[in-house]
């Protein structure tokens, strides 16, 4: 279902170290604008069009519509991965982007906190700052009683939230999650709606594409795909 967004090899992009200045600095501050967005796949019909937002940190995005209207599509042209077919996206101070994917991707025999360690490592810190802070993000989703287990011993609940510490740890002005609870029991995908909103709070752009009415409504915000069905259609057979 996500295939499109699965080849994206986003985990691996370089590591930067943030700005010690970052977080003083308005000048700074993330923001990533759509204007007349649209797009479709080459002679297909349309999947959006007309798109307009401005998307600030400290807002978690809802991202919604059903199964193929264009959610990770969306995602990625939000990433700048694709170009849309229409209007343009700017990204301003967005240096360094995570995606995490709808199904978590780690290395099974690797312990969990060493998952959220090799970023920090990237970053210059040592292995035991690296330890220390990547106890204090894992705390954060609460995944410090997890900390010493191998990935593949994990529950589905605690590899997505692990994989969400990683990101985290990587320090993103631009963090996409894809259908974040799709594979989740309801208690857990509950635990990870809280997770996603928290993070909002920080210095981070959150954009969270989801089909889960849960997920829309813990979002401060919501771009909705669903009513652009009709519209783009019509547009998609008139060209
Ligand atoms: N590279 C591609 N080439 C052609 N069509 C594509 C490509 N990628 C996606 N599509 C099609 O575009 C539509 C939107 O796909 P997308 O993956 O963005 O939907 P989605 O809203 O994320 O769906 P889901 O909820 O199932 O993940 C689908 O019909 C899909 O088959
Ligand atoms: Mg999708």
Redesign the pocket.
């Known amino acids: 279902?996500?295939?499109?967004?699965a080849s994206l090899p986003l985990t691996e992009t370089p590591i930067r170290v943030r700005n010690a200045a970052h977080n003083d600095d308005d000048h700074d501050t993330p923001l990533v604008t759509g204007t007349n967005v649209g797009h479709r796949?080459?002679n297909?019909p349309w999947?959006f069009s007309n798109l307009n937002f401005t998307l600030h940190t400290g807002e978690a995005i809802g991202l919604c519509?059903?199964?193929?209207?264009?959610?990770?599509?969306?995602?990625?042209i939000i990433a700048g991965f694709d170009n849309p077919s229409k209007g343009t996206v700017t990204r301003e101070h967005v240096s360094r982007i995570r995606w995490v994917f709808?199904n978590p991707h780690g290395m099974p025999k690797r312990t969990a906190i060493d998952h959220v360690v090799q970023p920090l490592l990237g970053q210059g810190l040592t292995r035991e700052q690296a330890e220390d802070e990547a106890v204090a993000i894992m705390s954060m989703f609460r995944l410090t009683h997890v900390a010493a287990r191998e990935f593949s011993e994990l529950s589905g609940g605690e590899a997505q939230r692990l994989m969400l510490a990683r990101a985290i740890a990587s320090k993103p002005d631009l963090l996409l999650v894809?259908?974040p609870t799709?594979q989740l029991d309801q208690h857990t995908a509950n635990d990870i709606d809280a997770t996603l909103t928290g993070l909002a709070q920080d210095d981070v752009i959150v954009i969270i594409?989801t089909?889960d009415s849960n997920t829309r409504a813990a979002c401060s915000r919501v771009i909705d795909?669903a009513w652009h069905d009709s519209a783009s259609t019509a547009e998609g057979r008139m060209s």
């Open positions: 279902m996500n295939d499109h967004a796949f080459k297909g999947l519509g059903p199964s193929g209207s264009g959610k990770s599509t969306l995602l990625s709808q894809d259908e799709a594409a089909h795909l």
